[in-house]
């Protein structure tokens, strides 16, 4: 539910790569402002250092005409918004009109709170998806206060808005806050004025330093730092399979459309594993000759085929996307020919005297292929970026892409079910270590394994 009745959003992100990000930028927004929402654009803004930014000129660019009529269309997702892209650095490329030297813009009703679409490495939450459950973190912040001070008397109290009890509690007197989390204290202390209620007094503690950091990640001790070392780790026991090839461990490989799954497969590849490409076998299944051929063209008819008989995935895809009960029929059909195909090359790995397996498979768990592997691998990175990815390599306009995500089970999903996640959010060389842990600690837990030493 929204909390404020208008916004100031400010876009700092070039035009080029603005574009992909919009919509959930859009939505963000639309959950915290339930009517009328400014938008300044300034990309190229800088909003890191600790100076207050200043406005620009933006010359009006056909780029930038072509992404203000982008924006309000957009926008018409959101009908409760009142969406107004603000002009007034805006200016026509026209000889005859002076650059203003300075531009104010005057709102009839200033926004009650300033939005952005600037992110650090991290976005909001870096690897959201490994966050802690929210009952898990309680528990564990009561034992350490009971702890450190039995007779201590404290209340958790889940954040609902931007303020929470900071912003509306009338008994508080202070708020302890970071060198980072100050003007957030402020905010709440101003928001307190303009509610009757009387500041607090703000307490900073200093920030402790992770002196063991690596290069991407925070300088300071942190949640997110804890949750990249926790990539590549074994989250949970892995499955017994005693039903598949003696001596040989497999691993189901997943991820979102855009993950950089494959390219982890290959890192792996590199590493000694037998690789399965499910995708590749979807193309065998589908071949004149192979085994879902013709079931496949007696459910959905000749017309799904090319002239030389070959079936055309994109008039299939076409036939099933968005379809549940047409999805269905077609995955009853292929999933099961896919998953015979993936033990034979099972088969094949034993055969060329390999011990670990990969089955790269974006719909692994929607198959249910999860039940023939030992461990299931999930490789993550936030939506905007997957849809930026997407776009960029598929050609897909945004709203495509975000279609694709959706069909698709969440990351978030996909992490619940696994046991051991990887990002490729980060430079390659940082991904290619990940991946060698993750590869090193495999083969000790397969060394202890049973079935190693058949």
């Known amino acids: 539910m929204a909390v404020f009745q208008s916004g100031l959003l400010v876009l700092t992100t070039p035009l080029a790569s603005l574009a992909p990000r919009l919509a959930p930028i859009?939505?963000?927004?639309?959950?915290?402002?339930?009517?009328?929402?400014?938008?300044?654009?300034?990309?190229?803004?800088?909003?890191?250092?600790?100076?207050?930014?200043?406005?620009?000129?933006?010359?009006?660019?056909?780029?930038?005409?072509?992404?203000?009529?982008?924006?309000?269309?957009?926008?018409?997702f959101h009908r409760h918004l009142d969406v107004r892209i603000l002009l007034t650095n805006i200016q026509t490329k026209s000889a005859f009109l002076p650059p203003l030297s300075s531009s104010v813009q005057n709102l009839a009703h200033p926004p009650e709170v300033v939005l952005t679409d600037f992110q650090t490495l991290d976005g909001s939450k870096l690897l959201p998806e490994l966050l802690q459950p929210y009952a898990e973190?309680?528990?564990?912040?009561?034992?350490?206060?009971?702890?450190?001070?039995?007779?201590?008397?404290?209340?958790?109290?889940?954040?609902?808005?931007?303020?929470?009890?900071?912003?509306?509690?009338?008994?508080?007197?202070?708020?302890?806050?970071?060198?980072?989390?100050?003007?957030?204290?402020?905010?709440?202390?101003?928001?307190?004025?303009?509610?009757?209620?009387?500041?607090?007094?703000?307490?900073?503690?200093?920030?402790?330093?992770?002196?063991?950091?690596?290069?991407?990640?925070?300088?300071?001790?942190?949640?997110?730092?804890?949750?990249?070392?926790?990539?590549?780790?074994?989250?949970?026991?892995?499955?017994?399979r005693p039903e598949l090839p003696s001596g040989l461990y497999v691993i189901g490989l997943t991820g979102i459309s855009g993950s950089g799954k494959s390219s982890i497969a290959q890192r792996l590849k590199g590493l000694g594993a037998f690789v399965i490409d499910s995708d590749h076998l979807g193309h065998r299944a589908y071949a004149p000759s192979g085994p879902a051929y013709q079931p496949v063209v007696e459910a959905f008819g000749t017309d799904i085929l090319h002239k030389d008989g070959i079936i055309n995935r994109k008039i299939l895809g076409s036939r099933v996307f968005g379809n549940k009960k047409q999805m269905k029929i077609l995955t009853d059909i292929v999933w099961p020919v896919i998953a015979k195909l993936a033990r034979e090359e099972m088969d094949l790995a034993v055969a060329e005297g390999k011990d670990v397996c990969v089955i790269d498979a974006a719909m692994l768990l929607e198959a249910g292929w999860q039940n023939m592997v030992h461990e299931v691998w999930t490789v993550v990175i936030p939506e905007t970026e997957a849809v930026r990815r997407i776009v960029e390599r598929d050609g897909l306009s945004e709203a495509a892409a975000q279609s694709r995500l959706q069909s698709q089970m969440s990351g978030q999903q996909l992490v619940d079910q696994s046991h051991v996640v990887l990002s490729t959010l980060w430079e390659p060389h940082v991904t290619q270590l990940q991946v060698e842990k993750a590869w090193n600690l495999l083969q000790k837990r397969i060394a202890k394994t049973p079935q190693a030493h058949d």
Not at 45 to 57: D, H, K, T, V, Y
Not at 182 to 191: D, L
Request: proline fraction near 7%; glycine fraction near 6%.
């Open 26 to 76: 859009l939505t963000s927004a639309a959950r915290l402002v339930n009517h009328t929402l400014y938008v300044h654009l300034q990309p190229g803004m800088s909003l890191e250092g600790p100076a207050q930014p200043q406005s620009s000129p933006v010359q009006a660019t056909f780029e930038v005409l072509d992404f203000i009529a982008h924006l309000y269309a957009g926008a018409n």
């Open 137 to 240: 973190r309680v528990e564990h912040l009561s034992e350490f206060l009971v702890d450190i001070k039995p007779s201590l008397t404290f209340d958790v109290i889940p954040l609902l808005d931007p303020y929470g009890p900071a912003g509306s509690d009338p008994s508080l007197e202070f708020l302890v806050v970071s060198e980072e989390t100050y003007r957030g204290g402020m905010a709440a202390n101003r928001f307190r004025l303009e509610n009757d209620l009387e500041e607090l007094a703000l307490y900073q503690i200093q920030l402790v330093k992770d002196e063991s950091h690596e290069q991407h990640e925070e300088e300071k001790v942190s949640s997110s730092n804890s949750r990249q070392r926790l990539l590549g780790k074994l989250l949970r026991p892995p499955n017994k």
